[in-house]
Structures are given as C-alpha cells and as structure tokens.
C-alpha cells in the first residue's frame, strides 16, 4: 500500500471514531504511518517524530497517546470526549491510573464503553488519555465503579 492509502485509511478510522472531517485534522499531509513488520499493517502513527496514536490490532480502533490527545482536543467541541475529575482526587488519578466514578466532576453523556477519552482536572489542563469502562450515562447515575483505565499520563505530574 502506498502512504497516500494509509493515510486516508487512518483518517477513515478517526472520522469513525471521533466524528466527520476529524481524521484529516488530527492526522495532517506530513503525518508518517510505520507498518508493523510482522503483518504490514498500519501500526504507529506519528506527526513530527511524536508518537499520536497506535492502530490496536484487537479490534482496528485508534488508541491515543498524549500528544494525540492534545491535537483531538483542538479539533472536537467540549465536553465530547472528556471526564474532569475532582481536585482532590488527582493525586489517586495519577498513582492509580484509573477514574473511578465518584471521582468526576464532569462527563460527556454521549460516550460508550470502550471509547477513547480525554481525562482533565478542574481547571480544565489534559493530565491523561484512557478508555471508558462504562457509558457516560452510567458516570452519571453510579455510586462506584470504574470509569476509566488511564493509558498515558502527561509528564509533568
């Protein structure tokens, strides 16, 4: 396959994933796709030598890095794809990388399980990209639970 193929194909996948006319933004012209040697298939996907996002092989969805984090969260409207957490639970965030329910403040009601999600403390700064465990709706109405597994935390914390 040509670059050009991957390309579209990797941008079809965002479209799909985060919404129409996403994918071209996120993943630019100079964007570079590195195939895995062992099926030649698309695997990382990079902008400027940092690393976006993967391609999971499990089930063909985008997994985001922080750096592609950042990018999705310039191109899509808040709150869509986004949980905040409460202050006082940052700490329990970082050390555990994972959001349990009654550690949000805010929510996207339209997310599902399994969907990729942008996790910020209150004053609204990217501290981690992860993966819903449970629908924003069930966020909203539990008590307890894992709501998020954390993939990649930001540095700085």
Known sequence: MAKIELLDIIRMV?????????????????????????TGRPRYILLHGRLLAT???????LAL???GGERLAEII???RFRV?????CL????KMKVVRVDWIKEVDRLLHPNE????YTSDKRLIGVGKTQVSGQTILSSKRGTAVKIRDLRKEY
Not at 55 to 61: H, N, V, W, Y
């Open 77 to 79: 409207d808040w709150p």
């Open 91 to 94: 700490d329990k965030v970082l």
């Open 55 to 61: 391609l999971r092989s499990s089930d063909g969805m």
């Open 65 to 67: 890095t922080i750096d």
């Open 14 to 38: 965002a479209d799909y994933q985060f919404g129409i006319n996403v994918g071209s933004r996120l993943f630019p012209e100079d964007t570079v796709i590195e195939v895995s040697r062992k």
């Open 84 to 88: 905040v957490i409460q202050d006082s």
């Open 116 to 119: 990729e999600v942008l996790v």
